[in-house]
């Protein structure tokens, strides 16, 4: 899910803005923030991490960064750009480069990311016929250059609801994700469910 609006992210910077992208990172969010959210159905960071790799050594230009998820506390999106800009401008200070933060319309709209508050360039990948007036609303309010809506090409609604769901009624994820990670995956939770 998360790789697919990589990748729709890239193909609109590179073909619609003439952006030429050498990379992105994938960041998991901590635990608290995870098992806050959803509870018994949380996968620790370990596995989340593990499952991030999987699917990015097969894509070449993402890796995963464990910043996020190994600080004391929960790290909002701002701090873990921030923390990655700093990094990124003190080993290649030579090399001017702009960061772009991906996710999904209800986190754009729930973090006010079209105020652009942060400073934060932000692709915010929609579902396919997902109509949000809030969406809509960031958009209007954007400053230009820095909140682009682009909407997915998955023909499937993904949502990480929907794979637990599945998982839970032991439906095959296949068309959801990748196959190597939806089987880590799996593997997970018939484990929790045995122990």
């Not at 973090?111 to 579902?127: D, E, P, Q």
């Amino acid at each position: 899910m998360h790789i697919n609006n990589f990748r729709i992210a890239k193909k609109f910077l590179e073909e619609k803005l003439g952006v030429f992208v050498v990379g992105g990172y994938i960041s998991p969010s901590h635990d608290d923030y995870v098992f806050r959210k959803l509870g018994d159905e949380a996968i620790p960071i370990k596995e989340r991490v593990r499952m991030c790799e999987i699917v990015c050594e097969k894509e070449g230009w993402l890796d995963v960064s464990t910043w996020e998820c190994a600080q004391d506390d929960f790290e909002d999106f701002p701090e873990v750009i921030m923390h990655h800009k700093i990094v990124l401008s003190s080993n290649f200070p030579e090399f001017p480069f702009e960061l772009y933060y991906v996710c999904g319309s209800d986190l754009a709209v729930h973090s006010g990311l079209g105020k652009c508050r942060h400073g934060i360039r932000t692709i915010c990948v929609k579902r396919r016929a997902e109509t949000d007036l809030l969406l809509e609303k960031e958009l209007k309010r954007a400053q230009k250059g820095y909140f682009y809506v682009v909407e997915t090409d998955y023909h499937i609604p993904v949502s990480s609801t929907e794979i637990r769901k599945r998982i839970r009624n032991q439906q095959p994820l296949d068309d959801l994700m990748d196959k190597d990670a939806s089987d880590y995956l799996v593997g997970l939770f018939q484990a929790k469910k045995l122990t």
